[in-house]
């Protein structure tokens, strides 16, 4: 063995950022696929992505291993502009979707729902419809309670500003995202990605900086594929990489847009609902790793992704699933725009692309660059200004499972120090 990898380790080229670099196309042999969409890459980024892709691809012939290497990106601000889980939930409440809870009792809809939140939407929705019935949130009757729903949706709190959810942990779910599949009760799979192909429709036409009307109020009516992530995931495609997508949205509206970037349905993971034996989704979700169907406590948010990622692509059963796994079974690539990525971003093995939208531990640990191996880029389309301060990373950058904000800390437990934003 050693022979037969000695010369061609010999022929690799080690970069100032320590990615190995394959050795030229030979004569005969098919060159590794170049992203060509250039403009909206900052710095050696498309470089370094092109790196990755000219060591990892199936056009190294020196490649290790013959196992596909795994790219994991996460999906809203990050591979399109906006959120495709908000544009469905406006839809949804534009066209009268969403359905009484049973009994009338919003309670039932999260288990992280506050009493006051229960209170106010049971007060706005009142007897607009039967239990089960179809809320009719696109009409004038329907205001107040489109309204409610917005707001806990949107904000995390009735229009009143009492808090909507408590009792969380925040390393592995957002009640506020997972209220959303959890408010898709009693429609199929196939039925709401019927309404997210509606949705996108809509929000693909519509030009930037659209805005649309939910309720009374005013809320972002556009979306967009970023071009460069396309052209990306395109690119590593080609070269023999296993593209995921994992995201905090539900999993059949990912499934939707995810076409358009050439990602099967198989290779998407959202938030998953249970369902009835009729295939209709239940307000209760699918769990991953020690958390069972139903807890609805893990979802794909920060840990949760981490745990759902090492289930559904590296086939990690158990509480194992929420563990760091070695690096062969971890992604060599990811992508991500916030704090609900860090950790499945951290087990990237080679190299990690950021989105910047200013989100502090993400931002926090992509400027410090311990290790080398993160790049940071500004969106594609109507990129964040420079942040003005700081991030505060040495005191109250991370946030920990029960709510308390502290310092983020590198691998070894040192404390990363504050971090100037210069990527924008």
């Not at 939407?121 to 917005?150: F, K, M, Q, V, Y």
Request: some cysteine; hydrophobic content about 40%.
């Amino acid at each position: 063995m050693q022979r037969k990898w000695a010369a061609p380790l010999a022929l690799m080229a080690v970069t100032g950022s320590g990615l190995l670099l394959a050795p030229p196309a030979q004569a005969g042999q098919t060159p590794c696929p170049r992203p060509a969409v250039g403009a909206g890459w900052y710095g050696d980024n498309q470089a370094r992505l092109q790196q990755l892709i000219d060591r990892y691809g199936s056009c190294d012939p020196y490649r290790p291993s013959r196992t596909k290497p795994v790219a994991v990106f996460d999906w809203d601000n990050t591979v399109v502009k906006n959120d495709v889980g908000d544009a469905t939930m406006f839809w949804l409440l534009r066209n009268g979707r969403i359905r009484q809870p049973a009994r009338g009792d919003w309670s039932t809809t999260s288990r992280h729902l506050t009493p006051a939140a229960a209170t106010a939407l049971a007060d706005a929705c009142g007897t607009l419809a039967s239990p089960g019935a179809p809320l009719p949130t696109g009409t004038p009757e329907g205001t107040r309670c489109a309204d409610e729903i917005n707001a806990v949706y949107g904000t995390a709190a009735t229009k009143a500003g009492a808090a909507a959810f408590a009792g969380w942990d925040r390393r592995t779910t957002e009640p506020a995202y997972a209220w959303l599949p959890q408010l898709m009760q009693g429609w199929t799979a196939h039925e709401i990605r019927g309404f997210a192909a509606a949705a996108r429709t809509e929000n693909l036409a519509a030009p930037i900086g659209t805005a649309q009307q939910v309720g009374s109020t005013a809320v972002t009516g556009w979306v967009r594929y970023y071009d460069q992530q396309k052209d990306l995931i395109s690119a590593l495609r080609k070269a023999g990489f296993d593209v995921w997508i994992s995201s905090a949205s539900p999993q059949p509206v990912v499934e939707v847009w995810a076409k358009g970037v050439g990602i099967d349905a198989q290779h998407v993971i959202g938030i998953r609902n249970t369902t009835t034996h009729g295939g209709k989704f239940t307000p209760h979700l699918q769990g991953c790793g020690s958390v069972g169907d139903g807890a609805d406590t893990m979802i794909t948010y920060i840990d949760g992704k981490r745990c759902w990622i090492n289930k559904e692509i590296f086939g990690v059963r158990g509480a194992a699933a929420e563990k760091v796994q070695p690096a062969a079974r971890r992604q060599v690539f990811a992508a991500g725009d916030s704090d609900t990525d860090v950790s499945f971003l951290r087990d990237a093995t080679a190299l990690r692309l950021v989105v910047n939208r200013n989100k502090n531990e993400l931002m926090c640990r992509a400027y410090d660059n311990s290790d080398g191996r993160w790049i940071v880029n500004p969106m594609f389309i109507e990129p964040k200004k420079q942040k003005t301060g700081p991030y505060p990373c040495a005191t109250t950058g991370y946030v920990d499972h029960d709510g308390t904000k502290g310092p983020v800390l590198r691998g070894d437990l040192s404390v990363i120090p504050d971090q100037t934003d210069s990527v924008h």
